[in-house]
């Protein structure tokens, strides 16, 4: 929804805006100077969403390192959002800037592999449990790849989404559930002619009975799902969601793929580790390879064996899969140092103790003003939700946002040094984030809610 939401009032909402954007723009000079000069980006900026932050031009940071940034105009911010996840284990993590400078000098793109892809390919094992891996570029692409491969596996033509998630750049996941219910493509969805609901099925999250009905026909190849929703706001699964979830899909024969590209956060397998999912496939990107454009995507045995027999079957051609600089051995150098030198068992220890104090610091903020908020939280992902009670479903979710009090949210906070998620109130800590600046973010927090409730 737009405008603010319970418990607080329009006027505050628009001075507080009013007064961040007045700061923002008086501030910074070079910032303004640099939105003018972008004169050949299409709408002034490397990739069109950096044009839907809060800010009224965009910040252009000069310089980041560790979980601190720093804008042309020379200002300071502790940073939360973290590439909203790219960054999950801090900017530029010394093991992989020395990684990457090595192999820079010994190849950066030959289509073939380096030494280093035998030893990834064990590592992804230990961690995430399935025996067999693919390298792809973006979370985006892993998905679209591993949907193929289940389609290929299964010979059934659908899939299977839940309501609110988000996949990355995969045509075929933009199906949403609309307010009377029935499936339709994603609002604001760009160039996109096609019915997605032909062969995209959508249920509302924690649903198992919707769950049941869906794949009862046994046309649905996969069922695609992060293990918590986190691309609207939070929303956890129920007690006993995923057991029923494995179960379901195992006895209608789907496949069950989890995307753990945010939920990483959650230990260092992944929230399938901390809980003992068993995905037959498995999808990790964004901060896998410490930052740079990787990701993969793993197989179960059975799976990578009905897939070679799919691809055996086939005449020889284009098998739709695979991108020219997945696999590379800049991407092997960098997943490498981050599996084995920075996503270690003690970087999750100091992240997940730094979550703890970010929520139980931006609790005591909300319970104070009494506002009908809460605090998720996914390891080492916090969020504040604009509901009173955990959420059950991605329709609450989107219930819960109030797009103009969040823009205020966010800009006020960030001319206050701090800065997180662009379009939901998601705040990441990483190995090199500091107690000082969680401290500073809550009470940065604490100072936008009074002027917000008074
Ligand atoms: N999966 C999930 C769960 C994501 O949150 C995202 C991105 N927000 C993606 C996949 C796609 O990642 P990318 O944009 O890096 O391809």
Redesign the pocket.
Same mark, same amino acid.
């Given at each position: 929804p737009v405008g603010e939401g319970p418990g607080v009032s329009p006027a505050r909402v628009s001075a507080l805006r009013t007064e961040a954007e007045a700061l923002y723009l008086g501030t910074r000079p070079k910032t303004r100077a640099a939105a003018g000069a972008a004169a050949h980006l299409f709408q002034g900026v490397p990739m069109h969403w950096m044009v839907d932050w809060s800010t009224p031009v965009p910040l252009v940071v000069a310089h980041a390192s560790g979980a601190r940034l720093t804008d042309v105009d020379g200002n300071g911010y502790d940073d939360f959002c973290l590439g909203?996840t790219a960054a999950l284990f801090g900017h530029g993590p010394p093991p992989v800037a020395d990684a990457l400078t090595r192999q820079a000098r010994a190849g950066l793109a030959t289509m073939l592999p380096s030494p280093d892809a035998a030893i990834v390919g064990d590592l992804l094992n230990a961690r995430f449990g399935l025996p067999y891996w693919q390298i792809a570029t +973006? &979370?985006?692409d892993a998905?679209r790849f591993a949907l193929r491969a289940a389609r290929a596996a299964t010979g059934r033509p659908r899939i299977l989404i839940f309501d609110g998630a988000?996949?990355? &750049?995969v045509d075929e996941t933009f199906v949403e559930l609309g307010p009377d219910g029935r499936a339709r493509n994603a609002e604001g969805l760009l160039g996109e002619t096609r019915d997605l609901t032909a062969l995209t099925r959508v249920i509302p999250f924690n649903d198992l009975a919707a769950l049941e009905a869906a794949l009862a026909d046994r046309s649905v190849a996969c069922v695609i799902t992060?293990p918590v929703l +986190?691309?609207c706001a939070m929303v956890l699964p129920q007690p006993g969601f995923h057991a029923a979830l494995r179960e379901i899909t195992r006895r209608t024969g789907t496949l069950l793929l989890i995307?753990e +590209?945010?939920t990483l956060s959650s230990g260092p397998g992944g929230y399938t580790g901390k809980y003992g999912l068993e995905p037959d496939l498995f999808v990790v990107?964004?901060a896998i390879a410490g930052g740079i454009p990787a990701s993969v995507w793993g197989m179960s045995a059975e799976v990578a064996e009905r897939f070679t027999r799919a691809r055996a079957s086939l005449p020889e051609g284009r098998s739709g899969m695979g991108t020219t600089l997945s696999g590379s051995p800049l991407q092997l150098a960098a997943m490498r140092a981050t599996l084995e030198q920075v996503a270690t068992d003690d970087a999750y220890a100091h992240m997940n103790a730094l979550a703890d104090r970010l929520e139980s610091g931006l609790s005591a903020v909300l319970s104070e003003a009494r506002l009908p908020w809460h605090v998720a939280r996914c390891g080492a992902r916090v969020e504040v939700v604009r509901a009173p009670r955990p959420l059950l479903t991605g329709g609450e979710a989107h219930a819960a946002h109030f797009a103009e009090l969040e823009a205020t949210i966010h800009l006020a906070l960030l001319v206050r040094g701090v800065l997180i998620s662009p379009f939901h109130d998601m705040m990441l800590c990483s190995p090199a984030t500091q107690d000082a600046q969680v401290d500073r973010l809550i009470a940065a927090t604490a100072d936008v809610v009074r002027r917000l409730v008074g």
């Open positions: 909203d +973006t &979370a985006s998905n988000y996949h990355g &750049a992060e +986190t691309n995307d +590209t945010h990107g964004k």
